[in-house]
T-cell receptor, first 112, second 112 residues
Framework: EPEVTQTPSHQVTQMGQEVILRCVPI?????FYWYRQILGQKVEFLVS????????KSEIFDDQFSVERPDGSNFTLKIRSTKLEDSAMYFC??????????FGNGTRLTVT | QKEVEQNSGPLSVPEGAIASLNCTYS??????FFWYRQYSGKSPELIMF????GDKEDGRFTAQLNKASQYVSLLIRDSQPSDSATYLC????????????FGSGTKLNVKP
C-alpha cells in the first residue's frame, strides 16, 4: 500500500502554462518533500515542508515554484509558467526526522 | 555542493551471483545512509539504511559503511533477474537531518 499518493500520474502541458501536482500523505507525518528527476539524471531536492511552511528549498526552487498544504491533507507543488526543461518525474516524499524518505508513485510532467 | 558518487554501470552479474554496488560521499558530517532501488519509470523504493560503521544485513542484502573512507556499499547475494534495476545511494547532509543527497545510481543487470 502506497504511503503517499500522487496525482496525476502523467501531466502533459504546453510551455508557459501553470501546473499543479498533488500529493496526499496517507498519515500525518512531520516532513514533506518535493523531488524531481529529469530523465536519466539524479533525484534532485526541490523543497521541504514542515508545520505548514517551507523549511528548506534548493536553488532549483525559484519563483516559478510554490508549495501549499491547502486543506490539511493535500500537499501541492505549483509551477507557474512551465518551461521545456521542467519536464521530469516529480516525486512527493515524507519522513520523520532523519528517518528514510518514502516516495510517492510520482507524476511524469511533459512540457511541450 | 555535497556530492554522492556512484559508478553508473551497467553492472552485469549472472543469476545467483553476488552483486556489489559502491558509493562515496563528500560530506564528512553525514551520519545516515540509504540504498534505494528504482525500476524504470517508477519511484525509488527503500532497500536499506545504515547509520553505524560496519555491516548491516537484511535478507539477501548487506549494507557496509566506512565513515573514515566515506564509503558505503550494498551487497546483493543470490542475485535474481527481478533485482535488475537502478540502485540509488542517498546521504543525509551533516547537521541537516531532512536534506537528502542522491547519487546518480548504478544500473544492475542480472542475467538468467
Amino acid at each position: 500500500e502506497p504511503e503517499v499518493t500522487q496525482t496525476p500520474s502523467h501531466q502533459v502541458t504546453q510551455m508557459g502554462q501553470e501546473v499543479i501536482l498533488r500529493c496526499v500523505p496517507i498519515s500525518n507525518h512531520l516532513y514533506f518533500y518535493w523531488y524531481r528527476q529529469i530523465l536519466g539524471q539524479k533525484v534532485e531536492f526541490l523543497v521541504s515542508f514542515y508545520n505548514n511552511e517551507i523549511s528548506e528549498k534548493s536553488e532549483i526552487f525559484d519563483d516559478q515554484f510554490s508549495v501549499e498544504r491547502p486543506d490539511g491533507s493535500n500537499f501541492t507543488l505549483k509551477i507557474r509558467s512551465t518551461k521545456l526543461e521542467d519536464s521530469a518525474m516529480y516525486f512527493c516524499a515524507r519522513n520523520r526526522e532523519g528517518s528514510p524518505l518514502h516516495f510517492g508513485n510520482g507524476t511524469r510532467l511533459t512540457v511541450t | 555542493q555535497k556530492e554522492v558518487e556512484q559508478n553508473s554501470g551497467p553492472l552485469s552479474v549472472p543469476e545467483g551471483a553476488i552483486a556489489s554496488l559502491n558509493c562515496t560521499y563528500s560530506d564528512r558530517g553525514s551520519q545516515s545512509f540509504f540504498w534505494y532501488r528504482q525500476y524504470s519509470g517508477k519511484s525509488p523504493e527503500l532497500i536499506m539504511f545504515i547509520y553505524s560503521n560496519g555491516d548491516k544485513e537484511d535478507g539477501r542484502f548487506t549494507a557496509q559503511l566506512n565513515k573514515a573512507s566515506q564509503y558505503v556499499s550494498l551487497l546483493i547475494r543470490d542475485s535474481q533477474p527481478s533485482d535488475s534495476a537502478t540502485y540509488l545511494c542517498a546521504v543525509i547532509e551533516g547537521g541537516n537531518f531532512n536534506k537528502f543527497y542522491f547519487g546518480s545510481g548504478t544500473k544492475l543487470n542480472v542475467k538468467p
